[in-house]
């Protein structure tokens, strides 16, 4: 820090007499700027990022003023430049960010720079976490299979990621079998503070997974962003973003016995979707909250995105200290984290009253019930005692309002399986004797989420050992697995003898990775598979994770419940999803006596007992003292070079973005004469627009990988391939759920699904017909309603939109992240006005629309779209353009955030 124009450099001391220069947001009061000490945490932490990075050019004096003035509910017009302290990535979003950064490297040397000028400026770890697959379960050597499994099919990513270890010097590599990203950066990526050129600072980090926001259980602030962003604070942009509303949610009371930290965030993300905190800092206050341990802090950070907000922040205290302590994190910098938050003014959780939020929320964690979240959406929060009622309700219910429009006669129907119920030698071929409506075929404890949760962990594994005792099963046919988030977790369930229990029960170790969760859990029986599809059964998994959109889970489950991990092995036991869990018997015993969940159910001191028990700090030390992947990573070589040499690959390919590039940005055409590709409704996720698990042989990209000779059983999954763009372009759009309203419904009335469209009349599949129109010269639209881009944070759900030719996305709201990477991609967001939707505008295949040039675009413009019908009128309807910030407009203007940063480093 060579420019300290306020004056704010001072000195702390530790516990053991070590000192530290620091940045200090009270000097900063003190000279007058504002309240600083009233400001939200969350905001603190980001002034001092600001105040830290002042240098008079690219972040001035300005900006902190700006920041340290923060009103509750000011309008929000000005913009931040956070330089964050590192970058997480997990496989499927880093490696297409390292295929765009050797991309780059090759344009930087095209256009007569040197390769090396792309390089990350500040330390940037990669987690290989989301590629294995459960393709074994319930077998004792499913963890090795899978493994191996994972190392076949990926071996060329896993060779394109060593290579970058080698040519970018702060690029680092977890490898497979580890653990989850944001498990993994709670437990060990995590320092806590840092020191660079004598001053120790917060740590502060952004990640290419929307779930990134787990490490706010920490105080860590950090968020997830695309992969473009992602690719832009690694060269040491800042990162611009609006001042934000702060939330404040006070927590009160405490839970009640049997309630877990899963049933909370359920609780937390019902409630804040309601409270619609979407692109806002949500930070969380109160004696309640102070009460809650870090892990259940991280349940609650975690879920973040499907609360909608951009943090989910829990300041620093004594839980934390401890909580850095119990996971092997050294003394001395255990001390500096304290030291340096306790100076700051930053360290213990504030009371709702000693700060200013943007508004206050209040959750009383006595009321919080155990629950469900489902069938279809993660704020979809049923209690338990409800679900039966609720799950016939949706049976019946209409296609066009969440149900699946089934007659009585049908809901009540069972079909049987040919061999069902017959003895099997493992229980991966086992099957069903019939096959019914709301029966389980998928319980999975698996995520981040929960697996970072010791207590619902333990809960799990009691709860299996007392259904053990009473000689319950599983039925045959459920594909049961168990993926922790960490290789800690498999050693504390050991120590407490909880891991047989659940191999018992199915519940074998499969993976140590994010599975189930992202669309991973592997094929079902060919025999259960024929007889959901074939006589269109409406059946459930169960799974301790936070996503559950549709054809996320499974392309053929079509009801999946997000639930706290003891109750994935509840349902697992009873077998189907509408049980009366109070009243019902999960089974019975040797005897025939009906047991009942609540006998099984642990207490909280059972719990805490196990956990006294079986936790050990050297357990973490051992796990991440030496992560080098085994003989099956270092088997693989490692390519050399400052750039790469792309070889023939269906996985890795040079990406189009710097196709035609020049030192000087074109200005952005006309959108004239533009067709609607897609109209869309509500609600539409990023996996809905670039699905990320399996796909067909029969699909634009299964046709595609056969013609290049990869067989359908080698295809993997659409997150897998994300490093070849050919395979995401035919991606994208085509999930088999999408439903695109210029298609008129069924012969049965039900609503078309999959990736369709309209071209002339005739339907084809969404990528031929952008193909058509790209070589016709006809721009396109897409059109869609609500919370547009919601769900993981997917830069190729952009990226794909953009390869397919469209220019502009119109919709009634959208989530942040996408919002952002339609931006950062080059792709115009807008937004309708008022009650205006595309379906109070009747939009239709065959309307035409103009936008006026975009030559002179204003960040958060009212411009006029255009639409002519086949009628011939004429109508002129407001759209406001969502580039929010000056930054973005100049992001928007060179074409998206790529080239313009590239440019950059040409000129410096």
């Not at 994190?329 to 700051?344: G, K, L, N, T, V």
Request: proline share 7%; hydrophobic share 40%.
């Amino acid at each position: 820090m060579t420019h300290d124009p306020f004056d704010v450099l001072r000195v702390f001391t530790t516990a053991s007499g070590q000192h530290g220069r620091y940045c200090s947001l009270a000097a900063l009061e003190s000279a007058g700027l504002g309240a600083v000490s009233r400001l939200p945490v969350s905001l603190r932490l980001v002034l001092e990022s600001v105040l830290r990075h002042c240098d008079g050019e690219n972040i001035t004096e300005a900006h902190v003023r700006a920041l340290a003035g923060w009103q509750p509910q000011a309008p929000r017009s000005e913009e931040i430049p956070f330089v964050v302290a590192r970058v997480v990535l997990q496989d499927f979003t880093g490696v297409p960010l390292l295929c765009d950064l050797a991309a780059m490297r090759d344009a930087a040397a095209a256009a007569g720079g040197e390769p090396g000028i792309v390089e990350p400026l500040v330390a940037v770890d990669l987690v290989v976490d989301h590629s294995v697959m459960i393709d074994h379960w319930g077998r004792p050597d499913a963890l090795e299979l899978n493994l191996q499994r994972e190392y076949e099919r990926n071996r060329e990513r896993y060779a394109f990621l060593k290579w970058g270890t080698q040519a970018l010097r702060s690029f680092r590599v977890v490898p497979p079998g580890t653990g989850i990203v944001h498990q993994v950066n709670l437990e060990y990526l995590c320092r806590g503070v840092h020191e660079r050129d004598g001053i120790t600072y917060p740590d502060t980090l952004v990640g290419t997974d929307s779930h990134t926001t787990m490490i706010d259980a920490l105080g860590v602030l950090g968020w997830g962003v695309g992969g473009i962003e992602a690719e832009a604070a690694m060269l040491g942009q800042p990162l611009y973003f609006l001042t934000p509303d702060v939330v404040g949610v006070e927590l009160t009371g405490r839970l009640r016995e049997g309630v877990t930290a899963t049933d909370l965030v359920l609780a937390v993300t019902e409630r804040l979707r309601r409270e619609r905190v979407v692109g806002c800092f949500v930070e969380f206050c109160g004696e309640g909250t102070a009460g809650l341990s870090v892990t259940d802090r991280a349940t609650i950070a975690n879920m973040a995105p499907e609360y909608g907000a951009t943090t989910g922040f829990f300041p620093v205290d004594a839980r934390t200290v401890e909580y850095l302590q119990h996971t092997g994190r050294s003394d001395e910098e255990i001390e500096r984290f304290e030291a340096y938050f306790r100076a700051q003014g930053l360290f213990g959780v504030p009371a709702a009253a000693e700060l200013d939020f943007s508004r206050l929320v209040t959750i009383d964690l006595a009321a919080v019930v155990p629950s469900l979240a489902g069938p279809k959406r993660p704020q979809d929060r049923i209690a338990l005692d409800e679900l039966p009622a609720r799950f016939r309700q949706l049976l019946a219910g209409r296609p066009d309002e969440g149900g699946y429009g089934l007659t009585a006669e049908q809901i009540d129907a069972r079909v049987p399986l040919a061999g069902g119920g017959e003895p099997a030698e493992n229980r991966e071929d086992a099957l069903p004797a019939d096959l019914g409506h709301g029966d389980v075929l998928i319980a999975a404890i698996t995520s981040c989420t929960n697996t970072s949760n010791p207590e619902v962990m333990v809960a799990a594994g009691l709860l299996a050992r007392a259904a053990v005792g009473r000689g319950l099963t599983v039925r045959a046919g459920i594909k049961t697995s168990l993926a922790p988030g960490s290789r800690v977790v498999s050693d504390y369930l050991e120590r407490a003898g909880l891991l047989a229990p659940l191999a018992e029960l199915g519940f074998a170790l499969s993976a140590y990775g994010c599975t189930t969760c992202i669309g991973n859990a592997g094929e079902l029986a060919p025999a259960i598979e024929q007889a959901v599809t074939g006589h269109g059964l409406v059946c459930a998994a169960v799974l301790s994770g936070n996503r559950n959109f549709e054809a996320r889970i499974h392309p053929r489950i079509r009801a999946n419940f997000l639930g706290s991990p003891p109750l994935v092995v509840a349902y697992a036991l009873a077998g189907r999803i509408d049980i009366d869990l109070a009243h019902e018997p999960l089974g019975h015993d040797a005897d025939g006596r009906p047991v009942f969940l609540r006998e099984l159910w642990p207490t909280r001191a059972e719990i805490a007992d196990t956990l006294a028990h079986a936790s050990d700090p050297d357990s973490y030390r051992r796990r991440y003292g030496a992560i080098d992947g085994g003989p099956l990573w270092q088997d693989i070589p490692v390519p050399n070079g400052a750039r790469y040499h792309w070889p023939d690959s269906a996985y890795i390919a040079r990406p189009p973005f710097f196709d035609g590039f020049t030192r000087t940005p074109s200005p952005p055409a006309d959108i004239r004469d533009a067709r609607a590709l897609l109209i869309l409704g509500d609600s539409v996720t990023t996996d809905h627009i670039s699905p990320a698990g399996s796909f067909r042989a029969d699909s634009p990209a299964g046709r595609y990988l056969q013609s290049l000779g990869v067989p359908p059983a080698e295809f993997n999954s659409y997150g897998s391939r994300r490093g070849n763009h050919e395979v995401m372009i035919r991606g994208t759009f085509a999930n088999v759920r999408i439903r695109n309203r210029m298609l008129a419904p069924g012969a049965d009335g039900k609503p078309v699904e999959g990736g369709w469209t309209l071209l002339d009349g005739e339907r084809v599949t969404v990528y031929d017909a952008a193909m058509e129109y790209g070589r016709r010269g006809v721009p396109t639209l897409v059109f869609a309603g609500e919370e547009y881009g919601t769900g993981s944070s997917r830069d190729w759900a952009a990226k794909g939109t953009l390869l397919l030719g469209v220019r502009a996305v119109v919709a009634r709201s959208y989530e942040r992240i996408h919002r952002s990477n339609l931006v950062g991609m080059g792709v115009l967001p807008l937004q309708f006005s008022g009650e205006d939707s595309a379906h109070t505008l009747n939009l239709g295949p065959d309307d035409r629309f103009d936008l006026p040039p975009l030559a002179s675009l204003k960040p958060q413009q009212t411009l006029e779209l255009t639409i002519r019908s086949p009628d011939g009128s004429v109508r002129q309807v407001p759209v406001l353009c969502r580039i929010d910030t000056p930054i973005e407009l100049t992001c928007f203007r060179h074409g998206g955030i790529l080239p313009w940063v590239l440019r950059q480093l040409l000129d410096d």
